[in-house]
């Protein structure tokens, strides 16, 4: 799946949820949009939507912190 079509459908999933609208660069932490319990919910759903199997290495903030970011480490996952 091409990396913008994997930021738009987080980007949703975002807007969705939290009413947010992010660009693709922005600090979804840093900027409040997610919490800690916003953040589980975000990995079960890269988890059910990609099909992504995440290791406890995996879940830390540098692999989430931005739309661009997340898409990068899911194409990581999934080659």
Not at 8 to 28: F, P, S, T, V
Not at 32 to 45: H, R
Not at 52 to 67: G, K, Q, V
């Amino acid at each position: 799946m091409p990396m913008q079509q994997v930021i738009q459908i987080l980007g949703d999933y975002i807007k969705e949820q939290y009413n947010a609208n992010l660009n693709k660069q922005e600090n979804i932490f840093e900027s409040g949009i997610i919490d800690s319990l916003g953040f589980v919910n975000l990995i079960g759903f890269i988890s059910e939507t990609f099909g992504i199997e995440f290791e406890p290495d995996d879940l830390i903030e540098d692999n989430f912190y931005s739309l661009e970011r997340m898409a990068q480490f899911i194409g990581q996952k999934k080659e």
